[in-house]
């Protein structure tokens, strides 16, 4: 990592390669205020979750993920909506970080979620995310919030976010994200 001040990992749900909503990630990426970077992470070798695997400390790419969100000081989900609730894709990568129980990342990590979707744009995805985020004991962001509803009016199909005034709301997310880990968890040195 920059010797930028605060560090977001960025988590999509979604492998897909035109996808609105690992779009979404990299607008905050560009949009991210001074002394604030955005890494997305690389999902793209992690394999299911087994226990099995698990116990011996996880596969190499498993291992990596884990680094990164422990040091990153908060993360931020963009989280599709499949069939009313998260994809699989984001619950398993939640369900590899949140193992083994001692040492998650996730405990007491800022969390922040957003999100582009169809005519509901994402709210129950973020709702079952939130629920989650009530297990593994992950301060979620109350607000800002961001839902895109119908989001091909938005988006190119590369995921290319075109719409100004959604992208200044994307940066409100991190901006938001940045000051809610400053309150509930102040720390010499962290602040943007
Ligand atoms: C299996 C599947 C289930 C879906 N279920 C929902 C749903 O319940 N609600 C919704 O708004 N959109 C649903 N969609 C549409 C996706 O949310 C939409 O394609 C979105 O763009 C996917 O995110 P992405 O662009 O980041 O890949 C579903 C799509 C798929 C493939």
């Not at 991210?32 to 890494?39: F, K, L, S």
């Not at 993360?75 to 939640?94: C, D």
């Amino acid at each position: 990592m920059s010797d930028a001040r605060f560090h977001i990992l960025g988590l999509t749900g979604s492998l897909r390669r035109g996808s609105f909503n690992t779009g979404l990630l990299r607008v905050a990426q560009e949009l991210a205020p001074d002394g604030v970077e955005i890494e997305i992470a690389d999902i793209s070798a992690i394999p299911l979750y087994n226990e099995d695997l698990n116990r011996e400390g996880g596969p190499a790419p498993v291992q990596a993920l884990k680094q990164r969100a422990r040091e990153a000081d908060a993360l931020l989900f963009a989280t599709p909506e499949y069939n009313y609730s998260m994809t699989g894709v984001q619950k398993n990568l939640i369900d590899w970080l949140s193992r083994p129980l001692e040492t998650t990342p996730l405990r007491h990590k800022p969390v922040a979620m957003m999100g582009a979707g169809g005519m509901f744009g994402t709210v129950r995805s973020q709702l079952a995310l939130r629920q989650v985020f009530l297990f593994t004991e992950s301060y979620a962001m109350i607000n800002p919030q961001l839902m895109i509803m119908r989001s091909s009016e938005y988006f190119d199909a590369e995921g290319r976010l075109l719409d100004e005034a959604l992208r200044q709301r994307v940066r409100m997310i991190v901006e938001g994200l940045v000051a809610w880990t400053q309150q509930i968890s102040p720390r010499e040195g962290r602040e943007a």
